[in-house]
């Protein structure tokens, strides 16, 4: 299966932030973004592992 790339714009709508959020995450290294030529990119696979590190898992917020 091939991996989708994703672009500023589309992850910007993906987290409700804005267009200039989403570059400031790229430049400060806080996604794994890439370029191309001018353009920033994240693979949607990447974004994936990084939100499912992020987010606590169930059976973690009942042992708290």
Known sequence: ????I???????TFFGVSKKTVYEW????????FK???E???RQSDL???INAK????R???NL
Do not use: H, N, Y
């Open 60 to 62: 973690d917020l009942f």
């Open 36 to 38: 191309i030529g001018q």
């Open 26 to 33: 790229c430049r400060k290294s806080q996604l794994p973004a």
């Open 1 to 4: 299966m091939k991996d989708q």
């Open 40 to 42: 920033w990119m994240v």
């Open 55 to 58: 987010v606590p898992k169930k």
């Open 48 to 50: 994936q592992r990084l």
């Open 6 to 12: 994703l672009t500023v714009p589309e992850i910007a």
